[in-house]
């Protein structure tokens, strides 16, 4: 069956990077739109960056400049790239599989979750 495991969290100074992963069995991401989504503390969870089949990516606007997704096709794995973190990045980071090659920001195309890594930054 599908599963999305992330991993890479931790906590940080303000200032400083970290890598999420997330690594996927039971299907291929090559064919899929991977997206990375957040959730703090009070707050609803919001898209943070997609990445499709052929690897056209899109950033939400808090973090444009700061983040980076990527994947790598032959280890099944897809990856969030975070410097220059700042408290307001603290949350739970979840990787999730979309429906279709291409990517959405709505999240009730993404029917496979991964059980989230917790990402604190202090400042």
């Known amino acids: 069956q599908v599963q999305l495991v992330e991993s890479g969290g931790g906590s940080v100074q303000a200032g400083e990077s970290l890598r999420l992963s997330c690594s996927a069995s039971g299907y291929t991401i090559r064919w899929y739109c991977m997206g990375w989504f957040r959730q703090a503390p009070g707050k609803e969870r919001e898209g943070v960056a997609f990445?499709?089949?052929?690897?056209?990516?899109s950033i939400v606007d808090s973090v444009k400049g700061r983040f980076t997704i990527s994947k790598d096709n032959a280890k099944n794995t897809l990856y969030l790239q975070m410097n220059s973190l700042k408290p307001e990045d603290t949350a739970m980071y979840y990787c999730a599989r979309g429906d279709w090659s291409y990517c959405s920001w709505r999240q009730n195309e993404y029917h496979y979750w991964g059980q989230g890594t917790q990402v604190t930054v202090s400042s």
């Open positions: 990445i499709g089949s052929a690897g056209s990516t």
